[in-house]
T-cell receptor
Framework: AQSVTQPDIHITVSEGASLELRCNYS??????LFWYVQSPGQGLQLLLK??????LVQGIKGFEAEFKRSQSSFNLRKPSVHWSDAAEYFC??????????????FGRGTQLTVWP | EAQVTQNPRYLITVTGKKLTVTCSQN?????MSWYRQDPGLGLRQIYY???????DKGDVPEGYKVSRKEKRNFPLILESPSPNQTSLYFC??????????????FGPGTRLTVT
């Protein structure tokens, strides 16, 4: 079955430090991949997406992610974290084949805390 | 303004009392979907629809019904709600490609409590 793993439930970083949030998926092809962010009490906002082409994608708020087919990963990075980045981050994958074509799978989320 | 709207935003109900949460989008999106969000579990897809009159089960469809009679609307129906359906619900829509949906546009969420 399709699955998305975010191995880090909670990450704490200091403001100004670099950040990497991990995402692995169980899939053999090149699915659509997304990162969303959810601030406390808010809805979900798209950070970035990968469909095809260049494996390094840029998103909003200075985030970037790299698709690595060999590792089935789509890790999110930011070189310098701001206090306003504190939120929960979700990785998502679309199933693009078979009887569950169109189904969307989310990871369980990584909660980011930023120390001043 | 392009948006996905959900109503109601908050709902407290009792076990067994049928309820409907409405969802509407004004972006002419083909794909619509419902998710529930529970602490520690992320978002789980309940049902999705890739076209009018076409609906498919997601990961957690038990206890829910949906319909897609018009392109813009995708209501979520709980025929006999139970306490384990207490959750935060999100509706979303997107354009659709041959490989599946593009990025989701989410509604503001509906917080449902079933006592």
């Amino acid at each position: 079955a399709q699955s998305v793993t975010q191995p880090d439930i909670h990450i704490t970083v200091s403001e100004g430090a670099s950040l990497e949030l991990r995402c692995n998926y169980s899939y053999g092809a090149t699915p659509y991949l997304f990162w969303y962010v959810q601030s406390p009490g808010q809805g979900l906002q798209l950070l970035l997406k990968y469909f095809s082409g260049d494996t390094l994608v840029q998103g909003i708020k200075g985030f970037e992610a790299e698709f690595k087919r060999s590792q089935s990963s789509f890790n999110l990075r930011k070189p310098s974290v701001h206090w306003s980045d504190a939120a929960e981050y979700f990785c998502a994958v679309v199933n693009d084949r078979g009887s569950t074509l169109g189904r969307l799978y989310f990871g369980r989320g990584t909660q980011l805390t930023v120390w001043p | 303004e392009a948006q996905v709207t959900q109503n109601p935003r908050y709902l407290i109900t009792v076990t067994g009392k049928k309820l409907t949460v409405t969802c509407s989008q004004n972006m002419n999106h083909e794909y619509m979907s419902w998710y529930r969000q529970d602490p520690g579990l992320g978002l789980r897809q309940i049902y999705y629809s890739m076209n009018v009159e076409v609906t498919d089960k997601g990961d957690v469809p038990e206890g829910y019904k949906v319909s897609r009679k018009e392109k813009r609307n995708f209501p979520l129906i709980l025929e006999s709600p139970s306490p384990n359906q207490t959750s935060l619900y999100f509706c979303a829509s997107s354009l659709l490609s041959q490989k599946g949906p593009y990025e989701q546009y989410f509604g503001p969420g509906t917080r449902l409590t079933v006592t």
